[in-house]
Structures are given as structure tokens and as C-alpha cells.
């Protein structure tokens, strides 16, 4: 299986994802989203307009985010993910995003308060179990 593929599929099957952004003092910030993946590698999940996440990404679009394991009894491969992040409120991107689970949040696409966060992966590191180097795929520039 290529590297990019694996990535993906390790996305997928991630339910929560750590996400950092840096905050507007410079420093770091985490915080858990869940969210999917295209197969262009694109991440995309669902916030409030008013979150700090969204003024963060504004100031400063450089984010992190790392995901695999679920269950620290049971570790497996993970990855660290470097990207830039773009916060929309497209009417395509928002009804194209829209699932069951958001609607608890926002009740329709329209709901003005609700945007989407875009992620585009420059570098990702496949750390696999066992290895001391992790597999890099890195975006074409």
C-alpha cells in the first residue's frame, strides 16, 4: 500500500484528532476534532465562527495535528500531520461537510454560526510500531 494511502486510511479510522493551533501570544494550543478526510488528503471538520480556533487560524494558518491512537492499551501506528488551515463559510463547503452528528450543534447548513475548517497537509509522519524512523510524505511543491 503507498505511503499516501496508508494516511488516509489511518485518518479515517481516527474518531478524534488532536489539533493545534498557536494562539495570538505565540503559544501552543490543542484541542480534540473530529472530522474527514478527502482522497486528496484535504482534512475538514466543523466549528463555531466565534471559536478561538477560528481567530487563531486567521492570525496564523500553520496547524498540526496528529492522530492513530485510540486506546493508549492498545498503541499503534499514528501520524503527525503539518498543514496550513482555511476557515470557510461557502454554502458548498458547509452542505458538502454537513453529517447527522453536527446538526446537534447547528441544526441546518445554514445556520450562521457554523463554518468549516479546511486543512491542507504539507508533511506527514507515519510513525509505525517498531520502527525508530517514520515513513514522510511530503506534498509537491
Known sequence: MMLKDKIIQLIKQSEVVSFATVTEDNKPWVRYVSGAVSDDMTIRF????????VKQIQKNPEVHLTCGVTDPKNWKDYIQIQGRATVTQ??????AFWNPEIAQFFQTPDNPNYAVVIVKPYRVEY???????????????
Not at 466543523?46 to 480556533?53: D, G, L, V, Y
Not at 461557502?90 to 452542505?95: F, H, L, Q, S
Open 46 to 53: 466543523s466549528t463555531f465562527i466565534s471559536s478561538r480556533k
Open 90 to 95: 461557502d454554502k458548498a463547503e458547509r452542505e
Open 127 to 141: 510513525w509505525s510500531m517498531g520502527d525508530m524512523e517514520p515513513e514522510i510524505w511530503e506534498a509537491k511543491k
